[in-house]
């Protein structure tokens, strides 16, 4: 899936003075700016000023502050069917989260910075850019929610959202990596037929997305599932719809 390139617009973001090495796009120096974002995103941002953890999720990074610090882009287009959201498809072969559909995103690098302050904004970015192709130079950020953990591999994940203001060509750009990139219509994610929960032989249960010929469950299902009941867009769906997971899951 690609998106028509636009050359017309300003940015959001300042720029350093170096370029990316894989792309050379200046590098962004990232900020937050709710300005001229689409009316129908007023709920979303709303939410994001109002979630709490606790309501996000139970995994809340550990109080003496280990884990590996990340950041993943929650990035909201607009397509044919209205708006949608940005995901990718990790590799079958990659040791954690082989396989699974989820937002961009990865490990803060030291060049990244503060990983309090911007550190998470840039690491968003570079990040997406690295995986999905994708120009950051089109991407408005425009919030942040509370930081959540992952105990299975480790990772305190900064949730950064986004709006595609001028959105460019995406394509999985290292296939040891990234399986494909695709988009998902909110009105497919919010959608009852759509909807499941997954059951893992632990018997731990988690919501779970249909869509796109892909299964999207686990960390990035639940923080979809969390963006949509808080915005208001979350439609009653039967929460008795289970999806099996195996051990390798």
């Known amino acids: 899936m690609t998106r028509a390139s ?11 003075p170096g370029r990316h090495a894989a792309s050379g796009h200046r590098v962004p120096r990232p900020r937050l700016d709710r300005t001229g974002l689409p009316t129908w995103l007023d709920p979303v941002v709303r939410a994001v000023e109002t979630v709490q953890p606790l309501q996000l999720s139970r995994f809340l990074p550990p109080e003496n502050g280990s884990g590996r610090q990340s950041a993943v882009l929650i990035l909201f287009g607009e397509g044919d069917r209205g708006p949608e959201l940005l995901l990718m498809e990790r590799a079958g072969s990659l040791r954690s989260h082989a396989g699974q559909p989820s937002f961009p995103g990865g490990a803060l690098d030291p060049e990244d910075g503060d990983p309090q302050t911007d550190g998470p904004l840039r690491a968003a970015l570079r990040e997406a850019e690295e995986e999905t192709g994708l120009d950051p130079r089109g991407v408005q950020l425009f919030g942040v929610l ?3 953990y992952i105990p299975v591999s480790g990772f305190v994940v900064t949730p950064v959202l986004g ?14 990596e990234t399986a494909r ?17 997954t059951v893992h032989p632990s018997g731990h249960k988690g919501p779970a997305f249909l869509v796109e010929s892909a299964l999207v469950w686990g960390f990035t299902a639940g923080v979809i599932d969390r963006l949509l009941h808080y915005s208001g867009w979350e439609r009653p769906w039967d929460r008795g719809k289970q999806v099996p997971l195996d051990w390798r899951s």
């Open 181 to 197: 990139v695709f988009t998902v219509p909110v009105a497919d994610l919010t959608a009852p037929a759509h909807r499941a929960t």
């Open 146 to 148: 509370p930081k959540l």
């Open 163 to 176: 709006w595609w203001r001028e959105p460019s060509p995406v394509r999985a750009v290292d296939p040891n």
């Open 6 to 16: 636009r050359t017309d617009g300003g940015t959001h973001t300042d720029t350093d």
